[in-house]
């Protein structure tokens, strides 16, 4: 078995950013791998840790099936985390992951704890029902910081090039900022070339999504004291691994948290639709709601927009959203959107759970399309003559 190796870090300060940089050898290549944080968050910094490396490039080593030796810090809890818990549920789960050995030159345990509370803003559905949903628990440290990455999601879909999704990265920077500004909460960024790295493994985000993620926050060392990332998946099914980190987040979080940062999975409790009707009336949600896979704003005909424009419209919402989506489109082609939903069913558990409400609901099978949407096209037609 081959192995590969991570330099210790270095640090480069610039232009109000600490870049964290290691060099990750492989068998016959290296890559120079980076995060980029504010300055302003330097003091929280571990000098010589690997954590949100090792974090980033697991599941790749593990898949190439190679040891990995750490010529820098790692902490105590995670690297016993990842011997005992993850890489034995990548490795016995799926055959797209082997078992692998890790090498650390030294553990450490710091003894830290600066009540930071944090999750990532994103603004979709998982997003805002976890900072919405938490604004509201009086009886836990509230969240006092939004954190927006560069880890890969800005490339994933789409098939971007590294211009193409930095580009894009930096257009949703200035859209998320504008949202957190309003949720009174700063914006902690991190920035890194992890997303390239995954491109040049031909590694798909949604199969690492978590990782990567998560990596960032380690990146920022003891900043947060707690960090609740967002789920999408209410199930734990570590069968579906080769598809996606989202079916085992609930136990891959507490697996991936250090001495100085507890990681929780959020939301698992709720299906999408079930998220989606808590936080459908907010004012906020209405002017700020993003969840396409393709472009900066919603195209309303990727399949991500077709499900949350369908599930909007199960809730009697949908109007409401005309500022986000082009309603005039939606209504246009609801015959062919709906049929999309039930196609996608056999294979997709979001729309599986539309189809479901719409089979709840008889009125929406006795007349298609129904009164409301003959109704909503009248209504936009007569809009888009005025305007």
């Known amino acids: 078995m081959s192995s590969w190796a991570i330099s210790n870090p270095t640090f480069i300060k610039k232009e109000g950013t600490v870049r964290i940089t290691a060099i990750l050898w492989e068998s016959d290549k290296e890559y120079e791998l980076w995060y980029e944080v504010p300055d302003s968050i330097e003091r929280y910094l571990f000098s010589d840790c690997l954590d949100a490396f090792l974090v980033a490039v697991l599941p790749i080593v593990s898949m ?6 750490l010529k820098g810090c790692v902490s105590e809890k995670l690297y016993h985390s990842l011997l005992d818990n993850v890489i034995p549920l990548l490795s016995n789960n799926t055959d797209i992951y082997h078992p692998i050995k890790l090498v650390a030159n030294k553990l450490f345990a710091p003894d830290c704890c600066h009540g930071h509370v944090g999750t990532g ?59 957190a500004e309003e949720l009174g909460l700063p914006l902690l960024v991190v920035d890194s070339n992890i997303g390239e790295y995954l491109c040049r493994h031909q590694v798909p985000f949604a199969l690492v999504h978590a990782f990567c993620s998560l990596s960032a926050v380690l990146a920022c060392g003891s900043y947060f004291n707690r960090y609740y990332y967002a789920s999408g998946q209410t199930k734990y099914d570590p069968s579906r691994l080769n598809k996606a980190t989202g079916f085992v987040e609930s136990k891959l979080c507490p697996w991936l948290s250090t001495e100085y940062v507890d990681l929780a999975s959020y939301g698992g409790d709720k299906t999408r639709l079930q998220k989606l009707q808590d936080i459908v009336d907010y004012p906020l949600v209405q002017k700020h709601l993003n969840v396409c896979w393709r472009e900066l704003k919603n195209c309303g005909e990727c399949p991500k927009c077709i499900r949350t424009l369908m599930e909007l419209y199960l809730l009697g919402k949908v109007d409401k959203y005309g500022s986000v989506f082009d309603l005039h489109e939606f209504y246009e082609h609801f015959d062919e959107y709906k049929e999309s939903i039930y196609k996608w069913a056999d294979k997709d558990e979001y729309s599986r759970e539309i189809v479901e409400e719409f089979e709840k609901r008889s009125s929406y099978r006795e007349s298609t399309p129904s009164q409301e949407i003959c109704w909503g096209k009248k209504l936009w037609k007569e809009i888009f003559k005025k305007s």
Do not use: A
């Open 64 to 69: 190439k099936g190679c040891n990995l030796e």
């Open 121 to 179: 803003l994103s603004c979709g559905v998982d997003s805002f029902y976890t900072i919405l949903s938490l604004s509201q628990k009086h009886d836990e440290t509230p969240l006092d910081v939004l954190t927006f990455f560069n880890v890969g999601s800005h490339r994933s879909t789409s098939g971007f090039g590294d211009e193409e999704s930095r580009r894009l990265f930096q257009q949703r920077l200035d859209m998320n900022m504008k949202c």
